[in-house]
């Protein structure tokens, strides 16, 4: 029997924002009635980063998003607005909001695995290209050229400048070396932070790499350029991996005078191998087990004190997306985890479960009149059975409580089974499965 002890009369902290993810809906369109809008809306997801937007054609495609798709000649008139072309971002843009989501927005290019390389060279003038992003900013926070006065607090430069070795022959993000790239996000930074310090300017969403990270810093410790958040990436199998790589993550920013800045992980999926585990990884992010991991991330993450927001890759029509079906766009499996920790979220407040199985994970919330909890198991292992999960509760009550359990298909069904005897839910799970419990304060 495993464990899990919960007083929902102590509150430990605030819920983060775990169910943030990569890119917005996608939206019905003229004949094709196809489309996610309303169940996006329903998972009320609160920010969408837009890397690799450019890649669905829905969003917009190679006319969205990207600087080089927004200000395609580089040496046009920075001031003019006719210089700029936002009618597809615009639009992409508006849609998020339309349905709940606010945009963060990565300044840059998607990555680029073409033989030939278009948006990744380090630009020819930094300064300039500091300035084609401040007017893109102006444009969707402050009117400028027809735009809009949106609340678009983040503002990210970049991507996974570490992904690629200086002298590999096939970099797929940043073409330049790390010194560039340090001049670059010092150029950058510093530009759009004294133009706009009420946002969040930040980067550099590093793929992989803590060695470059350090290396990173090393070379802009004497400017200490601005840097409200630092982003990173992480794919793998183990949720306490994640949470540990964000640990160290967060403890090298403090080490360099940046222990105020927002660590995000704003790029994460199951990923066993990138060669030849890969099919097996996709056809796990798509299914009950890739489900049950997103969940257990969003757990694990949660009551780490170093990560303060994660965002899912991806919802963006691709291999990558667990939520929702690439051809008929309805819920998958790993839809529920969000709209679980929607309404985890919706209470605020943290209340702390103590768990003595390493493959169990939970989040529970509070306010003054609900309790709510996820309860998730989630085991690498494909033989591992089912298990006994008995739940100790204290400050709630759950005698009337609302369970509702993953059921074969992954969908949620509300469970009638007996639920709450003498402050004790006692559950029988599957392996890979999710349970959400409501009660009264």
Not at 125 to 142: F, G, L, R, S, V
Not at 187 to 192: E, F, P, Q, R
Not at 211 to 229: G, T
Not at 338 to 360: C, G, P, R, T
Request: one cysteine or more; hydrophobic letters at 35%.
């Amino acid at each position: 029997m495993s464990n899990i002890n919960v007083d929902f009369s102590k509150v430990s902290g605030k819920i983060k924002v775990m169910h943030a993810v990569n890119n917005g809906p996608h939206v019905t369109r003229g004949d094709q009635k196809r489309g996610n809008q309303d169940y996006y809306k329903a998972a009320r997801i609160p920010y969408a980063r837009t890397h690799d937007a450019a890649f669905h054609a829905q969003y917009g495609g190679e006319h969205s998003v990207d600087i080089q798709a927004i200000f395609p000649d580089f040496d046009a008139d920075v001031n003019d607005q006719n210089s700029y072309d936002f009618a597809c971002t615009d639009k992409y843009i508006a849609e998020m909001f339309e349905f709940g989501t606010k945009p963060f927005y990565r300044l840059g290019s998607k990555i680029e695995h073409y033989i030939k390389k278009y948006g990744t060279f380090p630009p020819k003038d930094y300064h300039k290209w500091a300035e084609i992003c401040e007017h893109i900013i102006m444009h969707y926070t402050e009117g400028w050229a027809d735009g809009f006065n949106y609340d678009m607090e983040y503002w990210e430069i970049w991507n996974e400048p570490d992904l690629d070795p200086d002298d590999s022959p096939n970099k797929r993000c940043w073409q330049g070396t790390e010194e560039e790239f340090a001049r670059f996000y010092t150029v950058a930074s510093t530009y759009l932070k004294n133009r706009f310090p009420h946002l969040k300017i930040g980067g550099p969403a590093i793929a992989w790499n803590e060695d470059w990270l350090e290396r990173f810093f090393e070379r802009i410790k004497d400017a200490h350029p601005p840097m409200d958040f630092l982003s990173w990436h992480w794919y793998g199998v183990e949720p306490r991996k994640m949470s540990k790589k964000g640990t160290r993550i967060a403890n090298i920013a403090k080490r360099y005078g940046y222990g105020d800045a927002e660590i995000i992980l704003n790029e994460w999926n199951y990923v066993r191998g990138w060669a030849d585990e890969f099919v097996y990884s996709i056809e796990t992010i798509i299914g009950m087990k890739g489900a049950a991991f997103t969940s257990a991330c969003m757990a694990e993450a949660q009551k780490n004190p170093d990560i303060d927001m994660l965002m899912y890759y991806d919802t963006r029509p691709c291999a990558m997306n667990g939520m929702f079906d690439f051809y008929t766009m309805r819920p998958l499996k790993g839809y529920y985890p969000f709209l679980i920790f929607s309404n985890i979220y919706e209470l605020k407040n943290q209340v702390k479960a103590k768990i003595d199985d390493k493959e169990i994970y939970a989040v529970c919330s509070k306010n003054e009149e609900y309790a709510r909890m996820t309860v998730t198991y989630y085991s690498e292992n494909d033989n591992a059975s089912a298990k006994f999960v008995a739940i100790n509760t204290k400050g709630a009550d759950f005698s009337n409580a609302r369970i509702f359990v993953t059921d074969i298909n992954g969908t949620m069904v509300e469970n009638l089974i007996d639920k709450f005897i003498d402050g004790k839910i006692t559950l029988r799970l599957e392996r890979n499965s999710i349970v959400y419990i409501e009660g009264k304060i």
